[in-house]
């Protein structure tokens, strides 16, 4: 089972910026598909961004042009830079790891965007 561990939520104001880290255990990081997903207070978990290794990013139409998924995999981590935050970005952020059809997941980070 791989570990996951994210970093970087925090309280930002309207407009501002985050950067959330995800740090993956184990070897075999550069096959795995990694994406962001939050939630919401009292929604479902929704996909943020999602990134194969060396294939376009994957944004969800409410992020597009404000965030930016990447990957580092000698450092075995993915980040989401966060930039012109709104309140509705308001969520517990999760880390999505895939590879050979097994799904982990991290803890998740809250963020919270006030106005």
């Known amino acids: 089972q791989v570990r996951l561990v994210e970093s970087g939520g925090g309280l930002v104001q309207a407009g501002g910026s985050l950067r959330l880290s995800c740090i993956a255990s184990g070897s075999g990081f550069g096959f795995a598909v990694l994406g962001w997903y939050r939630q919401p207070p009292g929604k479902q978990r929704e996909l943020v961004a999602t990134m194969a290794n060396g294939g376009n990013p994957n944004y969800a139409d409410s992020v597009k042009g404000r965030f930016t998924i990447s990957r580092d995999n000698a450092r075995n981590t993915v980040f989401l830079q966060m930039n012109s935050l709104k309140p509705e970005d308001t969520a517990v952020y999760y880390c999505?790891?895939?590879?050979?059809?097994?799904?982990?997941w991290g803890q998740g980070t809250q963020v919270t965007v006030s106005s």
């Open positions: 999505n790891y895939v590879k050979w059809g097994r799904s982990s």
